[in-house]
């Protein structure tokens, strides 16, 4: 594999908001394919997602009130343990950096539902996590119908299929209050870079990994079938989940 330069390095403009620079600008030469700014940015979003969304989908499974919670964060924790997995397998091949916490922002989500019980914590639940999951759906498809990496567009596929998947699910626990999240989704808070990018990984620790649950039915993507069997692996063996 044939990287152009040291243009990877941890980004500065990452979680929820924007890229910074030019977004298709070719920040690398790979194997499979010219890698731009926004592939990258993309790939680390969808790892600081699963980073917040995981521990999420465990705080439902413990505090939900409803089957359709419950049902819902069983969806957020399986789908995101085969997210992480495919992310974790072409970050080193494409020589990006992963973060090991989200941003302080999805932090905040985490501790505001931790805070919350009964029917509270099931509104906000749905709501926050359809808002969030409404944002990236966008994104997903831009860089599905743009992207000229290999390893990014197969990413993109399954966070595609995940992400409706989520939307869905939130949706089915009648709980959505489809004014209030439409206007959340489409008008953001304007908040620092600072909590908006998830912080570098600390140097020396394991990965992060997330884990999929005994019953999981969502899977990676067979990466070694795309790369042609020249993957690296997926990192680290595991270490406690975040959350």
Same mark, same amino acid.
């Given at each position: 594999?044939?990287?152009?330069?040291?243009?990877?390095?941890?980004?500065?403009?990452?979680?929820?908001?924007?890229?910074?620079?030019?977004?298709?600008?070719?920040?690398?030469?790979?194997?499979?394919?010219?890698?731009?700014?926004?592939?990258?940015?993309?790939?680390?979003?969808?790892?600081?997602?699963?980073?917040?969304?995981?521990?999420?989908?465990?705080?439902?499974?413990?505090?939900?009130?409803?089957?359709?919670?419950?049902?819902?964060?069983?969806?957020?924790?399986?789908?995101?343990?085969?997210?992480? *997995? /495919?992310?974790? %397998?072409?970050?080193?091949?494409?020589?990006?950096?992963? &973060?090991?916490? #989200?941003?302080?922002? $999805?932090?905040?989500?985490?501790?505001?539902?931790?805070?919350?019980?009964?029917?509270?914590?099931?509104?906000?639940?749905?709501?926050?996590?359809?808002?969030?999951?409404?944002?990236?759906?966008?994104?997903?498809?831009?860089?599905?119908?743009?992207?000229?990496?290999?390893?990014v567009r197969a990413l993109a596929d399954q966070a595609n299929d995940t992400?409706?998947?989520?939307?869905?699910?939130?949706?089915?626990?009648?709980?959505?209050?489809?004014?209030?999240?439409?206007?959340?989704? *489409? /008008?953001?808070? %304007?908040?620092?870079?600072?909590?908006?990018?998830?912080? &570098?990984?600390? #140097?020396?620790?394991? $990965?992060?990994?997330?884990?999929?649950p005994p019953s999981a039915t969502s899977t990676p993507v067979d990466i070694?079938?795309?790369?042609?069997?020249?993957?690296?692996?997926?990192?680290?063996?595991?270490?406690?989940?975040?959350?």
């Amino acid at each position: 594999m044939a990287l152009t330069l040291a243009a990877l390095a941890y980004p500065g403009m990452l979680g929820l908001s924007k890229v910074s620079g030019a977004p298709d600008r070719v920040i690398a030469s790979t194997q499979w394919g010219p890698l731009t700014e926004q592939d990258r940015d993309f790939v680390v979003k969808v790892r600081a997602a699963g980073l917040w969304e995981y521990p999420v989908g465990q705080l439902g499974l413990r505090k939900g009130g409803s089957p359709a919670v419950i049902t819902a964060s069983r969806h957020l924790v399986d789908g995101h343990a085969a997210l992480d *997995t /495919t992310c974790r %397998k072409i970050a080193p091949m494409l020589d990006i950096t992963l &973060p090991d916490e #989200a941003s302080p922002q $999805q932090r905040g989500f985490v501790r505001q539902l931790d805070g919350e019980s009964g029917r509270q914590f099931d509104t906000d639940f749905a709501n926050i996590l359809r808002m969030t999951h409404g944002s990236i759906f966008n994104t997903v498809a831009k860089i599905r119908s743009t992207t000229k990496n290999s390893l990014v567009r197969a990413l993109a596929d399954q966070a595609n299929d995940t992400v409706l998947d989520h939307i869905s699910v939130m949706e089915r626990t009648g709980l959505v209050d489809f004014d209030r999240t439409l206007f959340q989704q *489409t /008008t953001p808070p %304007k908040l620092p870079d600072s909590d908006l990018t998830p912080p &570098p990984p600390a #140097a020396g620790r394991p $990965q992060v990994v997330l884990t999929p649950p005994p019953s999981a039915t969502s899977t990676p993507v067979d990466i070694d079938g795309i790369a042609g069997g020249t993957t690296t692996g997926a990192g680290p063996g595991p270490a406690p989940p975040a959350g």
